[in-house]
């Protein structure tokens, strides 16, 4: 049964980095066949897709959020992890991570597994 | 949103509901879309992907179509316990980015 789980080190100030992991179980991360992805919503609006990797460190971004973004992955202790930077008040949201399934000829990209997310807050 | 919902949906129990989603050729054109349902507090879940296959453990009553730029999810005999938001998402080829609709507030009445 394949589950994941974010956690972080709690409250963000403005200007310093949001930290998350998400440890996944159930499968391993280098077997390959799925990208790992981190998705964010802000309480009260819709998903917006953060990034993915692949077990190899390839990864995709969210052009809007591209120049902030770090998405490294562990496959040691069966993890990735998302780095944000320079974090405002707008980049306050529940943040999930999801096992997802990309296919880039065909243009399919879904997420079959999620976490059950964690609400980062980013405030002084 | 670049994928295009509307706002909000409402349907009798027992009733059928369809719920839209589109997006320019670029973007929907040549894509496969899924569908997820996200129940208030929760995480959401999976329930179509590739337009029309139906996640495992998803009922026979949510179905999923595509023609064109637009897709579509159905829900056939509503149940109160379907009340959620749903979300269609696609990848976007010419940016490699992920994308969701703007999100559909079901009401079943």
């Known amino acids: 049964q394949v589950q994941l789980q974010e956690s972080g080190p709690g409250p963000v100030k403005p200007s310093q980095t949001l930290s998350l992991t998400c440890s996944v179980s159930?499968?391993?991360?280098?077997?390959?066949?799925?990208?790992w992805s981190w998705i964010r919503q802000v309480p009260g609006k819709g998903l917006e897709w953060i990034g993915c990797i692949y077990y190899s460190g390839t990864t995709y971004h969210n052009p809007s959020l591209k120049s902030r973004v770090a998405i490294s992955v562990d496959t040691s202790k069966n993890q990735f992890s998302l780095k944000l930077s320079s974090v405002t008040a707008a980049d306050s949201a529940v943040y999930y991570c999801?096992?997802?399934?990309?296919?880039?000829?065909?243009?399919?990209?879904?997420?079959?597994?999620w976490g059950p997310g964690t609400l980062v807050t980013v405030s002084s | 949103s670049v994928l295009t919902q509307p706002p909000s949906v409402s349907a009798a129990p027992g009733q059928k509901v369809t719920i839209s989603c589109s997006g320019s050729?670029?973007?929907?054109?040549?894509?496969?879309v899924s569908w997820f349902q996200q129940l208030p507090g929760a995480a959401p879940k999976l329930l179509i992907y590739d337009n029309n296959q139906r996640s495992s453990g998803i009922p026979a009553r949510f179905s999923g179509s595509k023609s064109g730029t637009s897709a579509t999810l159905g829900i056939s005999g509503l149940q109160t316990g379907d009340e959620a938001d749903y979300y269609c998402?696609?990848?976007?080829?010419?940016?490699?980015?992920?994308?969701f609709g703007g999100g559909t507030k079901l009401t079943v009445l």
């Open positions: 998402g696609t990848w976007d080829g010419s940016l490699n980015t992920g994308v």
């Open positions: 999801a096992r997802s399934l990309l296919r880039l000829l065909d243009r399919s990209f879904y997420f079959d597994h």
């Open positions: 050729s670029s973007i929907m054109g040549n894509n496969y």
């Open positions: 159930g499968v391993s991360i280098k077997s390959g066949g799925h990208y």
